[in-house]
């Protein structure tokens, strides 16, 4: 019976505010991994880097990235999903400071590092604290919606970029910018509730009932219902080792295929690399070449719009085909393109890239950080989360650190027709393996699994 005389109630809180402040990592989580691409200009001169050095630069923040997708399941579990994210926008906000005030290279490459342990975390901790407070209904556009702010962190860190060089103000000023949200992420999860479901892996039913009446447009009796039906299976703390127990290793082989798979069809290729696209594709200056970039960036923003609407209307499953397909013209589009002779063809350059932005933007982009927070079972989310967080970032880091390389050794049509096929592998294994679960919520996700990949009769008409 509900105590409408509790002097602990509290006032409610829109999902949308919860969401918007824990959308905050995945905007820093964008910002952090765009805002090199153009401070890596004025990084070269003001430290003397070589080509090896510049490279470290870039990818420094994935090795921290890696560390940080590692240890981040633990900390969840451990914490909970609000402390740990009171934790990450500490490091961001003090990364973000210390990197603008290197003093050395040595010192640049340990901070940015430093910032990617936050990235790293952050990849799985917001989706899992998003999608275990989300009514089911609304799961995928909300989870989406923490994707929309990677990619509008994408977009600004470009702007950011661009605004310091034209006033001349170098590269410090650039990651200092980071600070600002880092600060805001803080002081707004300090005022967002803890999740239901980690309180009930706890044991402290008290508390996830009292956080499921404070938030708007929730079903808590349905919602209490469900998550002690899931609890009651299995109470134990979630191990690594459980994600691969047969209830559940169908999940991580499908979770973590996606992040492989979202990586090797070659996106940051175009996140890192896009001036240096466009200057080989006919751009005269690195400022033109930039100003492109940014226009990619402010294409990412809009599609990602489109998938947030699409996402619980269309589906997952049914977004990962339709952009697969579309991200494997866009790659072949690419590599006939330079295998013509692309100093001649800048406009068509940009065309097919942002045909591939679009089709990763509405399906791998979003999809798989949406399914890796809400396709494993409640005491292995987090682990599971991290898992697939740490892949992705490996995978992250072997395309970044191989792109130039590639392109020296087969040929930048070939590199792009290389992940032309790659994109068909992904294509095939979404089309054999991928559920949907638009409509379900993560209890008849759960359920899905551990009946051999079958839904039940009553979960077919959600």
């Not at 930039?290 to 977004?319: F, H």
Request: glycine letters at 10%; charged letters at 10%; one cysteine or more.
């Amino acid at each position: 019976m509900e105590n409408v005389h509790d002097p602990h109630e509290r006032k409610k809180l829109s999902i949308y505010f919860i969401t918007s402040v824990a959308a905050l990592g995945g905007l820093l989580f964008g910002y952090d991994t765009g805002v090199i691409s153009g401070a890596q200009l004025f990084l070269v001169k003001t430290f003397s880097l070589n080509p090896q050095q510049q490279e470290l630069a870039v990818s420094s923040v994935l090795i921290g990235a890696i560390i940080g997708a590692i240890v981040a399941g633990k900390i969840n579990d451990a914490l909970g999903r609000k402390r740990t994210l009171l934790l990450l926008a500490v490091i961001f906000t003090l990364g973000a400071i210390l990197t603008a005030f290197s003093p050395n290279y040595e010192l640049f490459i340990v901070f940015r590092a430093i910032v990617g342990l936050g990235i790293g975390a952050a990849a799985s901790v917001v989706p899992v604290y998003i999608s275990e407070m989300a009514p089911s209904q609304m799961r995928g556009k909300l989870v989406t919606f923490n994707q929309l702010a990677v990619t509008i962190g994408i977009a600004v860190s470009y702007w950011v970029d661009l605004a310091f060089a034209h006033a001349g103000m170098g590269w410090p000023p650039m990651f200092a910018t980071a600070a600002i949200p880092g600060l805001m992420l803080f002081f707004g999860m300090l005022i967002s509730p803890e999740t239901p479901r980690w309180y009930a892996g706890k044991g402290r039913w008290d508390k996830a009932q009292d956080v499921l009446e404070r938030i708007q447009g929730a079903d808590p009796a349905t919602e209490m219902a469900e998550i002690r039906s899931s609890l009651s299976l299995d109470r134990r703390q979630g191990r690594l080792l459980d994600l691969f127990t047969p209830g559940v290793r169908m999940a991580l082989l499908v979770g973590v295929g996606l992040a492989v798979f979202q990586q090797f069809v070659g996106i940051n290729t175009v996140i890192y690399y896009a001036p240096t696209i466009f200057q080989a594709a006919g751009f005269a200056s690195a400022s033109s070449a930039i100003l492109a970039t940014s226009v990619v960036g402010v294409v990412n923003v809009l599609a990602t719009i489109v998938a947030l609407v699409l996402v619980d209307r269309t589906g997952r499953r049914v977004l990962l085909i339709i952009g697969t397909i579309g991200m494997i013209l866009g790659l072949v589009l690419l590599g006939a393109i330079f295998a013509i002779g692309p100093s001649q063809a800048g406009v068509l350059t940009l065309l097919a890239l942002i045909l591939y932005i679009i089709a990763f933007a509405i399906s791998m982009g979003p999809v798989f950080w949406l399914m890796s927070a809400e396709i494993f079972p409640t005491n292995v989310r987090a682990a599971g989360a991290s898992v697939c967080s740490f892949s992705n970032w490996v995978a992250n880091f072997v395309v970044s650190v191989t792109f130039l390389s590639l392109i020296h050794a087969i040929g930048t049509s070939t590199t792009f027709w290389l992940y032309a096929v790659i994109g068909v592998i992904a294509l095939i294994f979404c089309w054999r393996l991928v559920p949907e679960t638009k409509g379900k919520t993560l209890e008849q996700i759960e359920s899905y699994w551990n009946n051999g990949r079958r839904w039940l009769a009553d979960q077919k008409r959600t």
